[in-house]
Nanobody, 122 residues
Framework: QVQLVESGGGLVQAGGSLRLSCAHSGGALVYYHLGWFRQAPGKEREFVSVITWSGGSTVYTDSVKGRFTISRDNAKNTVYLQMNSLKPEDTAVYSC???????????????WGQGTQVTVSS
């Protein structure tokens, strides 16, 4: 059974850092590209970042470039999102997802985790 489980969310002050983790069930998912999305209340789901299955390439949305870093450890079946210099506008539920095709579109992703809440206070 395919599973993706996020952890690491919480409440942090503006300027602070958090590290999100997403543990997946392994198997074929090792060869999937893994992405992070976020959704704030009343807003559409937004692409944050994606990393290729090998970890060799990454893509970020402009608003997080230079602040967030995506990485993965295939031996641990885990993808990470290191978030630094957090801003109140980063507040959202963050979800990881798996895709066979690099894309910023949620519809391209086959499997999703349940999400973890990140709240940044001003």
């Amino acid at each position: 059974q395919v599973q993706l489980v996020e952890s690491g969310g919480g409440l942090v002050q503006a300027g602070g850092s958090l590290r999100l983790s997403c543990a997946h069930s392994g198997g074929a998912l090792v060869y999937y590209h893994l992405g992070w999305f976020r959704q704030a209340p009343g807003k559409e789901r937004e692409f944050v970042s994606v990393i290729t299955w090998s970890g060799g390439s990454t893509v970020y949305t402009d608003s997080v470039k230079g602040r967030f870093t995506i990485s993965r450890d295939n031996a641990k079946n885990t993808v990470y999102l290191q978030m630094n210099s957090l801003k109140p506008e980063d507040t959202a539920v963050y979800s990881c997802a798996a895709t066979r095709k690099i894309s910023e579109a949620p519809s391209a992703y086959d499997y999703w985790g349940q999400g973890t809440q990140v709240t940044v206070s001003s």
